[in-house]
């Protein structure tokens, strides 16, 4: 309540007080008989100003949650600042565990609904809303939100101490991190919201991409009970068949004379679009029918397979290209990974952001860190394991063990069908840390195991054409998925019905690009006339 309401409420308990008080002596007045007239009772106390949701927020430190099992270790006011309005930001750790989460509840405006976000990476920190994967209605229409730290604490940027992930090896940690984290929040997070705001969020929606996707995926297959819609994107949900993938790629351009300089990769991007750029009606410099670019890299073969100049790939940079887009498979099918799209291969957000080594990183890359610290702490728990001997087929056992606990792949998702739940799955075609091939695998595992109507009714997945990890490259990257999944749950609208569209944004949050956002496994093609640049001039076909 803000002062001028306090200052009315106190007024009208004043003046009821006078009424009371004058009354009783308006029928003492007029008694009969003798005597003295009683005196009159006294005035009611004026009820205090209730305590506004600002001055509340610090009040809340120091108390417990879950019959005790979970403390508020915080509980401070961060002032409003674009796009952010205020918010009262609470931090809270179970007892004996190093997991806590993170609630961002908005002091005035809020919607009455939660929006649960996923991390990223080997976690280590709570997610920051303010990233571009997430939506920006989690601020314009003011969500409470929740986040963790996937179990434990990592006190610095992402190094090579974080890549070691060296949490991993113990066992209670590992559970939280691989599937346990946001289930085990969930409720004390629902609590601390009813004990700030009085009552509990009438929806729960969740959201993230990549680590966090694949948290999107655990709920949605083994938690479909937590929310009621579930955006996921660029889901890392075959997580060992992409470790595996890693690996392979990195083992490959770890040699350096397998690798692309930016000469060649240039050669190989102008080679990919010439020959698949204009396959969605438009040559615009993106992909936009990834399925149907079978570029064959021998085409750009040396003369003899030798290393001549940057004009040619030799032998060994042909067979990177073909490691980096071919499948792999352990011997005995139980893990795989498609491969990744062409696309982008001479740009930063594509294939130059997790494939190729770099100096910072001493020689290696982001797919390569990642995986080293998979192999060393998740599977053979040894710091000075040579990854680049790893053979995958020597390690079965213990990758269905690992599997067991983190692996978010199961199509089965007649249980989040049963309850009415929702599920956006979201990826960029030029994705290489997440394969938007392996994104659509999935789904089209979930539309076989459901059935075309149960998995229309639950389940929608939408591909970004020449976008990379969650967001950016050179195709229009920017959609507000959790808008549409409140509009779909509270309304019945599926997102595929919204005429939504990706944009791109230039520096001032003007669109200079937009698209059509269309159902996979729809593309927008361009209509032959109008605006390249206008989502109007487009339309979703097969």
Not at 41 to 70: H, I, Q, R
Not at 191 to 199: A, N, P, Q, V
Not at 424 to 443: C, E, H, M, P, Q
């Amino acid at each position: 309540m803000n002062k001028a309401a306090s200052r009315r409420a106190t007024g009208g308990s004043v003046r009821q007080a006078f009424a009371t008080a004058a009354a009783v002596a308006l029928l003492a007045g007029c008694g009969g008989g003798g005597g003295h007239a009683p005196a009159p009772a006294p005035a009611p106390a004026p009820a205090p100003p209730p305590v506004s949701l600002s001055d509340k927020c610090p009040t809340l430190k120091g108390g417990t949650l879950a019959a005790g099992a979970v403390v508020i270790e915080d509980a401070r006011l961060v002032p409003a600042q674009a796009p952010q309005p205020e918010y009262c930001v609470l931090s809270a750790r179970f007892d004996n565990s190093t997991l806590r989460f993170e609630a961002k509840l908005p002091t005035e405006g809020w919607n009455g609904k939660l929006a649960f976000l996923g991390g990223g990476g080997f976690d280590g920190q709570f997610p920051k809303a303010t990233d571009l994967q997430f939506s920006p209605s989690i601020f314009s229409e003011r969500y409470a939100t929740i986040g963790t730290n996937g179990g434990y604490d990592y006190g610095g940027p992402p190094d090579a101490g974080y890549f070691a992930a060296r949490f991993a090896l113990d066992d209670a940690k590992l559970l939280d991190f691989t599937q346990q984290s946001e289930h085990k929040s969930l409720p004390p997070g629902k609590e601390l919201i009813s004990r700030f705001f009085g009552t509990g969020p009438s929806h729960s929606y969740f959201e993230g991409c990549s680590m966090g996707g694949h948290d999107a995926l655990m709920e949605a297959q083994r938690f479909p009970e937590d929310f009621d819609g579930i955006v996921a994107r660029a889901p890392a949900g075959n997580i060992m068949g992409l470790f595996i993938q890693f690996n392979r790629i990195s083992k490959q351009v770890r040699t350096p004379a397998n690798t692309l300089n930016a000469a060649k990769q240039k050669l190989l991007a102008d080679a990919v679009l010439a020959q698949c750029d204009g396959q969605d009606g438009l040559v615009d410099g993106i992909v936009s029918k990834p399925g149907a670019c079978t570029f064959d890299a021998t085409a750009l073969r040396c003369p003899a397979g030798a290393d001549t100049g940057d004009s040619c790939l030799s032998d060994a940079q042909v067979a990177t290209v073909n490691t980096i887009t071919s499948p792999v498979a352990t011997s005995g099918g139980e893990w795989s990974h498609p491969g990744y799209n062409f696309g982008l291969e001479d740009q930063p957000k594509g294939w130059g952001e997790y494939i190729w080594p770099v100096a910072a990183l001493g020689g290696n890359s982001i797919q390569g860190m990642f995986s080293d610290g998979f192999l060393r702490s998740f599977i053979t728990r040894d710091a000075a394991y040579d990854t680049l001997a790893w053979n995958p087929d020597q390690w079965l056992p213990r990758l269905a063990q690992v599997g067991a606990l983190f692996s978010a792949n199961d199509p089965d998702l007649s249980r989040l069908n049963a309850r009415g739940a929702k599920l956006i799955l979201w990826n960029g075609t030029n994705d290489t840390s997440v394969s938007a091939k392996d994104t659509a695998r999935y789904y089209d595992s979930v539309r076989s195991t459901l059935g075309a109507a149960r998995t229309d009714d639950s389940v929608e997945l939408f591909l970004a054409p020449g976008v990379g990890h969650c967001y950016g490259g050179a195709g229009p990257d920017r959609v507000d998925l959790l808008k549409a999944m409140a509009t779909w749950v509270e309304k019945g609208v599926p997102a595929s019905s919204q005429n939504l569209q990706h944009r791109k944004l230039d520096a001032s949050g003007a669109t200079t690009m937009a698209r059509p956002m269309c159902k996979y496994p729809s593309y927008a093609r361009y209509k032959g006339n109008g605006d390249v640049n206008a989502a109007q001039s487009y339309e979703c076909v097969n």
